[in-house]
C-alpha cells in the first residue's frame, strides 16, 4: 500500500460524519458496541454501501466493528499521508503511556489486547477505545480496520507490529514492508 492511496471508502464515510458532526448517524452506529459485529440494523445505511459489492466476512467484522469503535472515538491521527503505517493501535497505545514511560496498567491492557482470541477482540478492543478517547489519543482507523482482518494470521504480525509501535516507539521498519497485507489493503480503489 502506497501512502498517496486515499482512505477506504467506509474510513472515508466515517471521517466525513464525524466533520459534519452527524449525531444520528454516530449514535447509530455506537449501537453496534458491545453486540456481534454486524448484528446492529440501525447501523447498516451507514456501513453496507461502503464495503464493496461482495465483502468478505473478515472484511464486514471489522468493518462494523470499527465503525462502531469510531463512532465512540472519532479522532484520527492528522498531519502525516495516510496509511504511512507509523500509527498502528501500538502506536495510539504508546502515545497513551506518556512522556514519564509505559505505566504497569497501560502495559498489563496492551498485553490482554495482544493475546486475547478473534472472538474476544471486539470486547478488548471495545475498553482500549474506551480508554484512549479518555486521554484523547487519537486511533488511525483505516490501519485499525486492516490489522483486524488479518489478526489471526499464523505468524501474528499484527501483534508483532503493534508490540514493535508501543515498547520500541518507533514508525515503519524494514520488516514492514516484508509482511503480508490482507487482500483489502492491496486494493487502490474502493467500490461505492
Known sequence: MTTSQSPP???AALLDLARKEDRGALAALRRGLGTEPG???AMF?????????????????????????FASHPMAWE???PYAGAH???ASFRRLSGPDGISPSTEGRFRALLSC????????LRHAISLLQSKDVPVDWARLWYDIQS????????????????WGGHG?????????????????????
Open 9 to 11: 471508502a467506509l474510513i
Open 39 to 41: 448484528s446492529e440494523p
Open 45 to 69: 445505511p451507514y456501513v453496507e454501501p461502503d464495503l464493496g459489492a461482495q465483502p468478505s466476512r473478515a472484511r464486514e467484522r471489522a468493518g462494523y466493528l470499527v465503525a462502531a469503535l
Open 79 to 81: 498531519g502525516e499521508e
Open 88 to 90: 498502528n493501535l501500538g
Open 117 to 124: 482470541h478473534r472472538d474476544d477482540l471486539p470486547e478488548h
Open 151 to 166: 489478526w489471526d494470521t499464523e505468524n501474528r504480525w499484527v501483534q508483532r507490529r503493534w508490540s514493535r509501535q508501543f
Open 172 to 192: 515503519r521498519t524494514e520488516d514492514d514492508a516484508a509482511e503480508p497485507a490482507p487482500a483489502d489493503e492491496k486494493e487502490t480503489t474502493d467500490v461505492r
